[in-house]
């Protein structure tokens, strides 16, 4: 899956690392912003306290 993504991508070896590192952080902001939100409400122990 790896390879295939790296041989869809464009231009020499550098443009192809600048590429998959700016589609990396898109995907972590994403996943920060929208997914990990989200999933909070489906996460049991959210209400802790300490007497």
């Known amino acids: ?3 295939a993504l790296w ?3 464009p ?3 550098v443009v192809r690392a ?3 590192l ?6 972590v902001l994403v996943l920060f912003t929208v997914v990990f ?3 909070t409400q ?3 122990g ?3 306290s300490v007497d």
């Open 1 to 3: 899956m790896y390879a």
């Open 7 to 9: 041989r869809m991508l």
């Open 11 to 13: 231009g020499p070896t």
């Open 18 to 20: 600048a590429t998959l």
């Open 22 to 27: 700016v589609i990396l952080a898109l995907v």
């Open 37 to 39: 939100p989200w999933a």
């Open 42 to 44: 489906f996460v049991p």
């Open 46 to 48: 959210q209400e802790v």
